[in-house]
T-cell receptor, first 112, second 113 residues
Framework: AQSVSQHNHHVILSEAASLELGCNYS??????LFWYVQYPGQHLQLLLK??????LVKGIKGFEAEFIKSKFSFNLRKPSVQWSDTAEYFC??????????FGTGTRLTVIP | EAQVTQNPRYLITVTGKKLTVTCSQN?????MSWYRQDPGLGLRQIYY???????DKGDVPEGYKVSRKEKRNFPLILESPSPNQTSLYFC????????????FGPGTRLTVL
């Protein structure tokens, strides 16, 4: 993938609601896709990644993402969010050597 | 503890006053990179380095310089900072090769007046 885009800028959910954040990628050869999370005031942490194989990828903290080639999508999901999931979420792809291209991010606010 | 460190964490400076933001990693990673994060724009790559003495431009290199004299260090240099360089800067490192997980530093918040 050469680039990614995120269209949800800010999502507000109540605790226990299900989450799905959108990420679309543009085709550009080898697909390497990531989801990173940035908790308030902290650095980025890797949630999960997809290179090949099973299109349903399990990550940390109960997150998962599904790679759907026909839709050029790699959406992030969580069945039941918690207040502690309040953060900014970034989808990313790789260009060139190991250069990450990030989407513009989706801010998630979870209301207790 | 394996980590990427950046200094300073916060910096307020004035236009034109040269500054350096240091980045150091203790994981023996070959690849290092700098990103800037701006609201609504996500993170954009400034420069990267595949190994000692090997650096290359990212997407937004104008106004920045880097050097890689040692494997563990990758400083970001702003020779003549301008207000449009006010941003949150992150350093990252990984083992060489495509797809290796990048580990990010804690960030440096820079304000240029």
């Amino acid at each position: 993938a050469q680039s990614v885009s995120q269209h949800n800028h800010h999502v507000i959910l109540s605790e226990a609601a299900s989450l799905e954040l959108g990420c679309n990628y543009s085709y550009g050869g080898t697909v390497n896709l990531f989801w990173y999370v940035q908790y308030p005031g902290q650095h980025l942490q890797l949630l999960l990644k997809y290179f090949s194989g099973d299109p349903l990828v399990k990550g940390i903290k109960g997150f998962e993402a599904e790679f759907i080639k026909s839709k050029f999508s790699f959406n992030l999901r969580k069945p039941s969010v918690q207040w502690s999931d309040t953060a900014e979420y970034f989808c990313a792809s790789i260009r060139g050597a190991n250069n990450l291209f990030f989407g513009t991010g989706t801010r998630l606010t979870v209301i207790p | 503890e394996a980590q990427v460190t950046q200094n300073p964490r916060y910096l307020i400076t004035v236009t034109g006053k040269k500054l350096t933001v240091t980045c150091s990693q203790n994981m023996n990673h070959e690849y290092m990179s700098w990103y800037r994060q701006d609201p609504g724009l996500g993170l954009r790559q400034i420069y990267y380095s595949m190994n000692v003495e090997v650096t290359d431009k990212g997407d937004v290199p104008e106004g920045y310089k880097v050097s890689r004299k040692e494997k563990r260090n990758f400083p970001l240099i702003l020779e003549s900072p301008s207000p449009n360089q006010t941003s949150l800067y992150f350093c990252a490192s990984s083992f060489g090769g495509r797809g290796h997980e990048q580990f990010f530093g804690p960030g440096t918040r820079l304000t240029v007046l």
